[in-house]
């Protein structure tokens, strides 16, 4: 019997541990980038005054719950629709104050929740996604005159292949990535996540063909996503590009989510006064 050295031994147990590591990775990838709340949100008008609960019907069949904001009374209606497309945590409940913003400026918004999310059927993927969007989108079209794309961090990405597909008349990105592989290999810097990665979302590549008015926000001190990234989806879109960029911001943070600077920018793309 030829006897294995053991530097030799040493050397295939890692490399053994290695590909069971990139197995897992691979069959379990997409438990790193989704993190849904698949608990049902209350009644919309439980809520949020005025707000409609609405269903939206995929191409694949799902029935999936959303949010129908109108602007409150008082309040004169764009009729303008947004579209908002959430990151990949939580549910609709956690972008009301958004939507109330938002609203209050005279906005219709439809406050989305991908399949597996917020009570939803389905599990996420980067085409069932887009399945999503495209429903609620023929959806809101139906409602309004013209239509704002507003995706956050993943969402940025979905409705940036939205826009590939079904012109805006205005696209709004909070705190993009330049595709989800460049944005996993900042968090998991010891996987071959551009190898591996089944779910790409090519977000700096779409936005070269979209040509609608573009608005990319993001926050300097983001931890999630490297602000460099989102300044570059914004130096490679094909249209005009406004960049507002959020002073001491972390990706999460409420300026980000519902603050002036933010809604301001949005009301100014949608052509009215803040």
Same mark, same amino acid.
């Given at each position: 019997?030829?006897?294995?050295?053991? &530097?030799?031994?040493?050397?295939?147990?890692?490399?053994?541990?290695?590909?069971l #590591?990139?197995a897992?990775?691979?069959?379990?990838q997409r438990r790193?980038?989704?993190?849904?709340?698949? $608990?049902?949100?209350?009644?919309?008008a439980?809520?949020?005054?005025? &707000?409609?609960?609405? $269903?939206?019907r995929?191409a694949?069949?799902?029935s999936l @719950?959303a949010w129908?904001?109108?602007?409150?009374p008082? /309040?004169?209606?764009?009729? =303008?629709?947004v579209?908002? &497309?959430?990151?990949? &945590?939580?549910n609709?409940?956690?972008?009301?104050?958004?939507a /109330?913003?938002l609203?209050?400026r005279g906005?219709t918004? #439809?406050?989305v929740?991908?399949? @597996?999310?917020? @009570?939803?059927?389905?599990s996420?993927?980067?085409?069932?996604?887009a399945?999503d969007?495209?429903?609620?989108?023929?959806y809101?079209a139906?409602r309004?005159?013209?239509?704002?794309?507003?995706?956050e961090?993943l +969402?940025?990405?979905?409705?940036?292949?939205?826009a590939?597909?079904? %012109?805006?008349?205005? #696209? =709004?990105?909070r705190?993009?990535?330049?595709?989800?592989?460049?944005?996993?290999?900042?968090?998991y810097?010891?996987?071959?996540v551009?190898?591996?990665?089944?779910?790409?979302?090519?977000?700096?590549?779409? =936005?070269?063909?979209?040509?609608?008015?573009t #608005?990319?926000?993001?926050? /300097?001190?983001?931890?999630?996503?490297p602000?460099a990234?989102?300044?570059?989806? %914004?130096?490679?879109?094909?249209g005009?590009?406004?960049?507002?960029?959020?002073? +001491?911001?972390?990706?999460?943070d409420a300026?980000l989510l519902n603050?002036?600077q933010l809604i301001?920018?949005?009301?100014?793309?949608?052509?009215?006064? $803040?």
């Amino acid at each position: 019997m030829v006897k294995v050295p053991a &530097a030799v031994r040493a050397a295939l147990v890692v490399l053994l541990l290695l590909a069971l #590591l990139v197995a897992a990775a691979w069959l379990m990838q997409r438990r790193l980038v989704y993190f849904p709340d698949r $608990s049902a949100p209350p009644p919309a008008a439980q809520v949020l005054a005025g &707000a409609e609960d609405v $269903s939206l019907r995929t191409a694949d069949g799902l029935s999936l @719950g959303a949010w129908l904001v109108r602007p409150p009374p008082g /309040t004169t209606d764009r009729r =303008i629709g947004v579209l908002v &497309a959430p990151g990949n &945590a939580g549910n609709r409940l956690a972008r009301v104050p958004l939507a /109330t913003a938002l609203a209050g400026r005279g906005l219709t918004v #439809l406050l989305v929740d991908y399949r @597996g999310y917020g @009570g939803n059927p389905g599990s996420p993927t980067e085409a069932g996604l887009a399945r999503d969007v495209d429903a609620a989108r023929a959806y809101l079209a139906e409602r309004t005159e013209r239509l704002l794309y507003f995706g956050e961090s993943l +969402g940025a990405a979905v409705v940036t292949a939205l826009a590939t597909r079904h %012109a805006p008349a205005g #696209l =709004i990105l909070r705190s993009p990535f330049t595709d989800l592989p460049a944005a996993g290999q900042e968090h998991y810097p010891f996987l071959p996540v551009r190898l591996l990665a089944r779910d790409r979302f090519p977000v700096r590549d779409a =936005i070269a063909r979209i040509t609608a008015p573009t #608005l990319v926000v993001y926050g /300097t001190a983001d931890s999630v996503v490297p602000p460099a990234q989102s300044r570059a989806v %914004a130096d490679n879109a094909a249209g005009p590009v406004r960049v507002v960029v959020v002073e +001491g911001a972390d990706h999460n943070d409420a300026s980000l989510l519902n603050g002036r600077q933010l809604i301001d920018a949005v009301t100014e793309l949608a052509g009215g006064d $803040s």
